[in-house]
């Protein structure tokens, strides 16, 4: 068996907290991660059939029933992920219907996963029926997202607008706009439920007043994802209170899709 702390998946995890939380994304314990794995993958690590403990989740996911998920800890701060994985991070199957978690490994010191699975998991199951290729769900704490939404109108359409204008390239990394939630009680499945109705249509979800959700088919993509709308809204937080003299037009978008092979959400440009 070989040791879990060199697999890809897991390198790839602790560089990407230890990253998020040099980004000033990641405050505290705020944030959170899971990445679905493959089972042969986990098997190169781990003997699957050695549960630790079982844990009770709290909804039901039946689409995920059996699927390994490396996840983040609840109260666990992403700065401390690369010195103790094995505290901060737990590698879970889920089983009785998304009812429970196994954990096959982590969360050694007795924790358990994100208060924010129900998001995750529920963001899951929608992503990977627009995706089969999704693995990543991430949540965490822009410094300018969040500020943007206590000075912009929450309208989708408005706020990806504005996002889309404050740099070329926003455009072509996320044409499918961010979908905004309005201020909700964070780690309930309510707000599981209607971020994942979210990423229906959207890849980024904003909490308003606490962060955002992205989804991708890596951590990589999925950071990046995040990092070009958190890096629109810095733009935006700088000028907004400057007059706009320039601006990205919607013909200049329409040039972009052509180039870039990409479509802009349904009635999102005019
Ligand atoms: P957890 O510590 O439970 O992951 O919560 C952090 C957070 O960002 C809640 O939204
Ligand atoms: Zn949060």
């Not at 230890?18 to 679905?36: C, V």
């Not at 904003?206 to 950071?223: M, N, P, R, S």
Request: hydrophobic share 40%.
């Amino acid at each position: 068996m070989k040791d879990i702390l060199s697999a890809p998946f897991m390198v790839e995890m602790i560089r990407t907290t230890t990253n998020m939380y040099a980004h000033g994304w990641d405050e505290r314990n705020g944030g959170n991660i899971s990445m679905l794995l493959d089972e042969a993958e986990v098997k190169e690590y781990l003997d699957i059939d050695t549960v630790l403990r079982s844990i009770s989740t709290g909804f039901s996911a039946p689409e995920l029933e059996g699927r390994y998920f490396l996840v983040t800890g609840t109260g666990k701060y992403f700065k401390n992920v690369q010195y103790a994985p094995d505290v901060n991070l737990g590698l879970v199957r889920l089983s009785h219907g998304g009812r429970t978690a196994k954990v096959l490994w982590g969360f050694s010191d007795g924790g358990r996963f994100t208060s924010e699975f129900p998001a995750h998991m529920m963001s899951h199951v929608v992503r990977l029926r627009v995706d089969p290729a999704n693995r990543v769900i991430m949540h965490c704490h822009p410094t300018n997202l969040l500020a943007m939404t206590y000075v912009y109108d929450l309208n989708e359409r408005a706020f990806t607008r504005t996002l889309w204008q404050m740099c070329t390239e926003c455009i072509v990394v996320f044409p499918d706009g961010v979908n905004v939630l309005p201020w909700m009680l964070c780690g309930t499945n309510e707000i599981g439920e209607a971020t994942a109705e979210k990423m229906k249509t959207s890849r980024l979800v904003v909490w308003a007043q606490h962060g955002i959700y992205g989804a991708g088919k890596d951590l990589d993509e999925t950071f990046g994802l995040i990092e070009t709308a958190e890096k629109a809204a810095e733009i935006y937080m700088k000028i907004a209170h400057l007059p706009r003299v320039n601006t990205i037009t919607d013909e200049q978008m329409h040039l972009l899709e052509k180039r870039f092979d990409v479509k802009a959400r349904d009635g999102y440009l005019d």
